[in-house]
Structure formats: structure tokens, C-alpha cells
């Protein structure tokens, strides 16, 4: 069997065909699989960015609202814990800011207020858990201790000392 002109080109084409179709399938295939897989984790990093800038500009949001306080506006803070007390059916009985206390770190000192209250359960749950909302200042409760009323058992006796965090400056 002599090799033709025509053969001879045949078979060339042939080969680079095959050797085409090598190249695709050894290498140029899997190096598309493995830059869409990259496309895929580019794009799930790329939300995820996106969702932890998201948190931090509303964080910054939160923290411009509830900024420390100065001392002088203690009274504020304190009328702006009462009324929110106030609106959840909770009743006062005594409230006592303590010493200013000093916490350590020269950012911010504490200032403890000891509080007696009467209410009900609900009206108890709702208050403490609107002192995270509070927007001009930032308060932690210290201490807790609820007694049931002996005359009215659905009501409560409670004392409280929350810390109101003050701006050390």
C-alpha cells in the first residue's frame, strides 16, 4: 500500500484531528470545569462580602444611636428608661443611681442604678427585653430578684440593678 498524496494528507488530518480532540478532552476540558468551579466560589464569596458589609453598615447605625452618654445627660438616660418601663405597664417604685464606678478601661465607667418595680410577669419580660432597644444609652442588668406580690399573686415585686455605661471622656 503506497502513501498518496491524498492518503498522506488523510492521515495528517486524521492525527491532528485526534490529537485535537486529546488536547480538548486531557486539558482544555477540565481547565473550563475548573474555572466555572471558581466562578461558583467567586460568586458565594462575593455574597457573603456583600451580606458582612450589609451587618457592618447596620451595626455602624447602631452604634451611632447608642453612643455612650455623658454624665450630664445621667437624667435623660434615666427618663428615657422609665418611660420605656413606663409603656410596658411597669410601675417605679424606687429608683436609685449609685456612685459613678470606674470600669477599668478609660473608655467608659459604669453607673449602677438600683430600681424597684411592680408588675406582671409579661409587663416584667417585655421591659427587660426593650432595655436592648434603648437609644440613648447602652444598659446592662446587673442584678435581678422577683418576689410574687403576697396580696396580688399575678403581680410582681422585683429589684433590679441595671449599669448605664457612661463615655470616660
Do not use: H
Not at 443611681?97 to 410577669?121: A, C, F, N, T
Amino acid at each position: 500500500m503506497e502513501l498518496t498524496k491524498e492518503r498522506l494528507t488523510v492521515v495528517i488530518a486524521g492525527a491532528i484531528a485526534v490529537v485535537l480532540v486529546g488536547v480538548y478532552a486531557f486539558l482544555y476540558r477540565p481547565a473550563i470545569n475548573k474555572c466555572r468551579q471558581a466562578g461558583r466560589e467567586c460568586r458565594a464569596v462575593d455574597a457573603e462580602v456583600l451580606q458582612a458589609r450589609e451587618a457592618i453598615s447596620l451595626l455602624g447605625q447602631v452604634v451611632t444611636k447608642r453612643a455612650l452618654i455623658s454624665e450630664r445627660d445621667i437624667s435623660t438616660a434615666i427618663d428615657e428608661l422609665t418611660k420605656e418601663g413606663r409603656s410596658n405597664g411597669v410601675n417605679f417604685t424606687s429608683i436609685r443611681p449609685s456612685k459613678i464606678k470606674d470600669s477599668g478601661d478609660p473608655g467608659y465607667k459604669i453607673l449602677p442604678i438600683d430600681m424597684e418595680l411592680e408588675s406582671s410577669y409579661k409587663e416584667l419580660a417585655v421591659f427587660l427585653g426593650s432595655l436592648e432597644a434603648l437609644e440613648k444609652s447602652l444598659v446592662t442588668v446587673e442584678d435581678i430578684s422577683v418576689e410574687s406580690d403576697r396580696e396580688i399573686s399575678a403581680k410582681l415585686d422585683t429589684r433590679l440593678t441595671v449599669n448605664m455605661y457612661l463615655s470616660g471622656r
